[in-house]
């Protein structure tokens, strides 16, 4: 094959969508607790978020109805240091707050590995690919037919989906439509 050049937002979205394929499958097949099949979903989403994050970052897409938008991992950061100061507790900086919410991405990807790693492999592909989802819908403002299903699947443990979209499996209406 000839030297090419590739999009950013292309890779992202092949990246996302095979992790995609893996975790419905997986989920949806008799090894659902099994968490090999989850260690490519981790890696691709996150890979996927990524590069998602980085172009949301630097893109127009960041201003949105007179606000800047904030890419998944932001929003989860500033929801969690806002939590921690409603709880009067002096709860993690934001740095803490990334370097746990990247564990298993990180862990999973760099070498030398630094001793056995405890992570719940199911979780922290769901919560990868919430985050990558997230920012593919910011940047686009659709969602493919994985990224619907993956969301009807979570709707009923996420308030904040359940709210911005009754319809998801329909299609009708995305992760942001509502709030």
Same mark, same amino acid.
């Given at each position: 094959?000839?030297?090419?050049?590739?999009?950013?937002?292309?890779?992202?979205?092949?990246?996302?969508?095979?992790?995609?394929?893996?975790?419905?499958?997986?989920?949806?097949?008799?090894?659902?607790?099994?968490?090999?099949?989850?260690?490519?979903?981790?890696?691709?989403?996150?890979?996927?978020?990524?590069? *998602?994050?980085?172009? @949301?970052?630097?893109? $127009?897409? /960041?201003?949105?109805?007179?606000?800047? !938008?904030? &890419?998944?991992?932001?929003?989860?950061?500033?929801?969690?240091?806002?939590?921690?100061?409603?709880?009067?507790?002096?709860?993690?900086?934001?740095?803490?707050?990334?370097?746990?919410?990247?564990?298993?991405?990180?862990?999973?990807?760099?070498?030398?590995?630094?001793?056995?790693?405890?992570?719940?492999?199911?979780?922290?592909?769901?919560?990868?690919?919430?985050?990558?989802?997230?920012?593919?819908?910011? *940047?686009?403002?659709? @969602?493919?037919?994985? $990224?619907? /299903?993956?969301?009807?699947?979570?709707? !009923?443990? &996420?308030?904040?989906?359940?709210?911005?979209?009754?319809?998801?499996?329909?299609?009708?209406?995305?992760?942001?439509?509502?709030?």
């Amino acid at each position: 094959m000839a030297r090419q050049t590739h999009d950013a937002r292309r890779i992202a979205l092949v990246q996302l969508e095979a992790a995609l394929q893996l975790y419905l499958d997986r989920v949806e097949g008799p090894d659902q607790d099994d968490a090999d099949g989850y260690y490519p979903v981790i890696t691709l989403a996150g890979a996927a978020e990524e590069i *998602l994050a980085g172009v @949301l970052d630097s893109s $127009m897409a /960041r201003v949105r109805e007179g606000r800047r !938008e904030k &890419n998944a991992l932001e929003d989860l950061t500033r929801t969690a240091i806002a939590v921690g100061e409603r709880l009067d507790d002096d709860g993690l900086s934001k740095e803490e707050i990334v370097a746990r919410a990247n564990y298993a991405r990180n862990r999973l990807k760099h070498w030398p590995p630094r001793g056995p790693m405890t992570f719940d492999a199911k979780e922290e592909a769901t919560d990868l690919l919430d985050r990558a989802v997230e920012n593919y819908y910011k *940047l686009t403002s659709d @969602l493919t037919d994985p $990224m619907r /299903r993956f969301q009807a699947m979570h709707v !009923e443990d &996420n308030v904040q989906m359940r709210k911005a979209g009754r319809n998801l499996a329909g299609g009708q209406r995305g992760l942001r439509d509502s709030t």
